[in-house]
């Protein structure tokens, strides 16, 4: 049981690593982010190029984030008081919010600039909830084991 739940932290830790390297990706996708508010002030082809290569990096964080969600979720079915979990499902709520958001901007205006915004209130999200809610997870994960 130890081996399995120290797998799940490490697995839990690997897909942090995973999720802030694809938000620092996508934030170092655009130079100009600081100093523009809409990419219609870049040229075309950079333009073009900087919008594929964002939209693949937060199409790649959505896809992570929810699965990682969803793998927390399963670690937390058996051995995490109800009230935590509760919580803990929510707050993937709130992050699944954010996300939906920046892609629906995205999407209808393509405006990577907001997108990078978007990324760094999730940032802000991510960080909070790996100490509010990930780090008792864990606590629980090797407490039980």
């Known amino acids: 049981m130890q081996l399995i739940c120290d797998e799940a932290v490490e697995r839990m830790h690997r897909d942090h690593a995973y999720m802030l390297d694809l938000i620092h990706r996508i934030k170092a996708s655009c130079d100009r982010s600081d100093k523009i508010d809409n990419c219609r002030d870049c040229q075309s ?18 896809e992570a984030t929810l699965k990682h969600n969803a793998i927390e979720s399963l670690y937390m079915a058996e ?20 996300l939906r958001a920046i ?43």
């Open 79 to 98: 051995s995490v008081p109800k009230a935590h979990r509760i919580a803990h499902n929510n707050a993937h709520l709130v992050i699944a919010e954010q």
């Open 103 to 145: 892609r629906v901007i995205f999407t209808e205006d393509g405006n990577c600039v907001l997108a990078i915004h978007g990324i760094d209130k999730v940032l802000q999200t991510l960080q909070s909830h790996f100490q509010e809610f990930d780090r008792h997870l864990e606590d629980y994960l090797t407490a039980h084991a």
């Open 45 to 62: 082809n950079h333009r073009e190029f900087c919008h594929s290569n964002i939209e693949q990096l937060v199409r790649a964080f959505v």
